[in-house]
């Protein structure tokens, strides 16, 4: 069982000197929620890339809001929604509609494109689903949902049992 909150703070934390030296707003909304069943280290690097991207799409002084909530996914499982906005430049729909397929990238050599890619791989593993919303010149909304029956292949989460 995990905290959310915590994840959320410690990736915070990492970044934290980025954030004062680029002036970001930075609005923490935490409701209080439940403990979610995860693999504590895979959603956290989840919340580094989605973090990480956000500050890298603002410029000095930008807004960051940063919101844990109980929710419902379309199928009526309770759970925790997670959303990370961000002031930045936004992006086209054409970078929409690819996002989230490998080798895609909007930082030139900086970046390798397999950021959001393997951050959708982790959440589908979790049962998790992720949504993002943008506008050209507005910022970025992304969502994931993690709900807190994540058993519902069985055992997914759990590793592997070898038998000798």
Known sequence: LTSLEELIE????FHGT???LRSVELDRRYLNVPQVLCLAGEIQQVLTNLISN???AMEEKGRMVVVV???HDRNGREGVAVTIADSGCGMSRYTLDRLFHP???TKGESGTGLGLWVSRGILDKHHSR???RSKRGSGTVFRFFLPLDTTADGDALLPPVSIM
Do not use: C, Q, Y
């Open 10 to 13: 410690s990736v915070l934390f």
């Open 54 to 56: 956000a500050l890298e």
């Open 103 to 105: 080798f895609v990238t």
């Open 130 to 132: 992720i949504a993002v």
């Open 18 to 20: 980025e954030i004062k």
């Open 69 to 71: 909530r109980p929710g």
